[in-house]
């Protein structure tokens, strides 16, 4: 079974750090380009980050770049995204995705509160 | 920076036809995407390259495009077809990739 499993979520306070995982089974996790997209509660989707699929490129959206490093291990078949200097706007459930022309995959999503 | 709206809502009768729009300027150039979300669950694809159905996907389901607005069209709507609508898609130089504000469908 093609899945993506997101961990590493919590309550952290303003200005910590997290790092969130994403394990991929089912799939060759190396062939493809893969996301991060998050969505504060009650709101829309937002995409935060991407990474070619040999993990020497990636993107950021404004919000997070300086911030947030997206990365991957593709001998594990996991992603990563290690966020620091974490504010309160940055509270939301964290979505990885498979990207292929759209995102086919999504995992269940990982909550990230931060908050004093 | 780059943005794609869309209506905040959208009402339809059950089997009735509902559209749901998505404008941006980059759309002649880039690809679109629309996700359906429900409440509490992760999006799901249920169109992509603007107008090919996901396998699983039911025909009701369709996407076109037209300069800078893209269409999702929902024929035949049903009561489990009611939740959130996203359309995605990237800028000019495809380096960002950008949701539109989603569109909440609601069945009458």
Redesign the interface.
Known sequence: EVQLVESGGGLVQPGGSLRLSCAASGFTFSSYWMHWVRQAPGKGLVWVSRINSDGSSTSYADSVKGRFTISRDNAKNTLYLQMNSLRAEDTAVYYCARASYGYHIWGQGTLVTVSS | ?YELTQPPSVSVSPGQTARITCSGDALPKQ?A?W?Q?KPGQ????VI??DS?R?SGIPERFSGSSSGTTVTLTISGVQAEDEA?Y?C?SADSSG????????TKLTVL
């Open positions: 920076s690809y995407y996700y979300q992760a999006p799901v694809l992509y390259k090919e996901p959130d996203y995605q380096t960002y990739e950008v949701f539109g504000g989603g």
